[in-house]
Structures are given as C-alpha cells and as structure tokens.
C-alpha cells in the first residue's frame, strides 16, 4: 500500500525529471558550440584542436576570444620565424624582398588581431570579422609574394596556412555573434 508521502516523493521525482533527457541549451554546450562553429570551417579538425585547448568558455563571444587568442600567439610566432630567416640574410635578392614584406605582413596582422580583440570586447562583431580579414589577406599576400616570380617556393606555406585557418574560425565565430 503506497502512502500519500511516497506518492508526492514519486510525483515530485518525476515533475523534476521531466522531460525524461532534457538537452542542455544551445550556451551551456560548449562542445556543440564547438560544433556548430567548426561545421562553418574548411578545416575543423584545427578549428577543434584551438578551441578546445583554450580552457573553459561558455558563450560564442569567450570562445572568440581564445581563437584571437591563439592567432595572436601564431602571428607572433611566424613573425619571429620570419625575423630569423629575415637575420639569416639570403643571398638572393628577391627572397629577401619576400621576407622583409612577410614580416611587414606578420606585424600589420598582429595589430588587426589586437584590433579585432579590442573590438570583441566592444561588441563591434562586424569589425571583429573586418580585422581578421585583413589580418588573413596579410597572410595571404606573404604566399603571394614568393609565388610572383617563377621558380620560387615560400618557405612560409604551412604556416601562413596555418594562420589563414585560425582566422577562419574567428569570423567562422563572428557570424554566429552577429546572427544571435
Ligand atoms: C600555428 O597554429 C597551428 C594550429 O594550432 C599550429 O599547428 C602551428 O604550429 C602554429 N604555428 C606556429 C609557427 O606556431
């Protein structure tokens, strides 16, 4: 025989449980959230790797910031490996030409992704995606630069791809900011 306290323990339990699997919601998922952001990417297993090793975020705007993050810290890396390349002096004219404006390129991106940082922080999302879209056409015109001129191959490939995929998130990130 159930007593009326074990009835109510049983309705409360069941009011509580209810609907039986509850999804969480869309914020408080941060894998679909890593989801949702690496879906809009060309390479997602890159776009898991930065998000998922920038600690704890819980909204589209903290994870932003972990790839601004993270493209600051490549920016600044290829630049210092630029520099190395740029000391070591080659003997050809036309790769230190290249060099000398991949560093150009390297330091006028580290400043658009303080810049987009910056505007991340104001909310100017529109302007967050334009700084990192500039910051990726710098990375761009490194490549370029080498492939000008016939029989040259940029030392830099890799990681100005590297770079251009960082980017990607970012505004990847920047419209689902601007849509919600
Ligand atoms: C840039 O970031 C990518 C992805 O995290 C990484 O694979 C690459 O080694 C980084 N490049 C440099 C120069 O740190």
Redesign the pocket.
């Known amino acids: 025989m159930i007593s009326p306290a074990s009835l109510l323990v049983l309705l409360l339990t069941l009011l509580t449980h209810w609907p039986p699997q509850a999804q969480p919601t869309d914020t408080s998922d941060v894998s679909g959230m890593i989801t949702q952001v690496c879906d809009h990417t060309l390479n997602g297993k ?1 776009c898991r ?2 998000l998922e ?1 920038g600690g704890p975020a819980s909204d589209y705007s903290e994870l932003a910031r972990i790839a601004l993050r ?2 600051m ?2 920016a600044s ?2 630049f ?2 630029v520099d190395s390349l740029v000391r070591a002096g080659d003997p050809d004219p036309f790769v230190r030409q290249c060099l000398s404006d991949c560093s150009d390129d390297y330091q006028d991106a580290m400043d658009q992704i303080e810049d987009s940082l910056a505007a991340l922080e104001t909310r100017g999302y529109d302007d967050v995606s334009a700084w990192v879209g500039a910051a990726m056409n710098d990375a761009d015109s490194c490549e370029e630069g080498f492939k000008s001129k016939t029989g040259y191959r940029s030392p830099l490939t ?2 100005n791809e ?2 251009h ?2 980017c990607t998130i970012i505004i990847a990130i920047s419209h689902l900011l601007i849509e919600t």
């Open positions: 890159l790797s930065v090793s993270a493209a810290a490549n890396a290829i210092n490996h890799d990681m590297a770079f995929d960082i």
